[in-house]
């Protein structure tokens, strides 16, 4: 029983994993494949070859994205951006999704922005309790004033699905900074867990190597 319960395992760690990769790897094509539908219905490849091409979608999305991109970089697609806002900010509900979203946005892709490059370990749901958590943002202006603290702005996911948690400002001097990385973090959490980082290897490997004498 323990060689057939170590071989059991030993399958797992294989295939779970593996498995877990597929569907999400599945699930983020078949969406971006949605974007086959912006094609007229006449031109799209199973009607005028008679089948549909895998990975067809992913394409036409990264190819609308580098277009879009490209388009909005130069002056006249700064106007046209600049326009499209401008309608949209008359729009009552439609402003203020928009405006969040693309506020989100510019905050996590920037490169000099701090949302989402440090882990933090924070008392949740209550004293002597300890979680992960990340920065998103350091809070000014009335909230400071309020709570007559340096607040920063985190947010704390659920686990094992990341995408869903809490946003929570939390005093500068309550929250300790962690040496692991974002994705070290993101690993653990999804494990619940069971997958500790090792930050002192880690650590080790990209600290510079002392000149041999």
Request: charged share 20%.
């Amino acid at each position: 029983m323990p060689t057939f319960r170590r071989y059991l395992i030993a399958g797992l760690l294989i295939w779970v994993p593996l498995g877990i990769t597929i569907f999400v790897v599945r699930l983020l094509i078949s969406w971006l494949d949605g974007s086959i539908l912006l094609i007229p219905e006449a031109y799209r490849p199973e009607n005028l070859i008679g089948y549909a091409i895998p990975g067809l979608g992913v394409l036409l999305s990264f190819m609308v994205v580098i277009v879009t991109g490209l388009l909005a970089a130069n002056l006249f697609g700064r106007k046209l951006v600049k326009l499209w806002e401008g309608l949209l900010s008359h729009v009552p509900l439609v402003r203020s999704v928009y405006s969040g979203a693309k506020q989100l946005a510019e905050t996590m892709f920037s490169d000099s922005g701090e949302s989402f490059r440090k882990v933090l370990l924070v008392e949740f749901p209550r004293r002597g309790l300890w979680t992960l958590a990340f920065l998103t943002g350091t809070d000014q202006g009335e909230v400071q004033k309020k709570t007559g603290h340096d607040v920063i702005n985190v947010y704390i996911p659920t686990t094992p699905n990341p995408t869903g948690g809490y946003f929570v400002m939390v005093p500068k001097e309550d929250v300790q900074e962690l040496d692991m990385s974002v994705d070290d973090g993101l690993k653990m959490l999804m494990s619940m867990g069971a997958v500790v980082p090792d930050v002192f290897q880690a650590a080790s490997e990209l600290a510079p190597e002392e000149p041999k004498p």
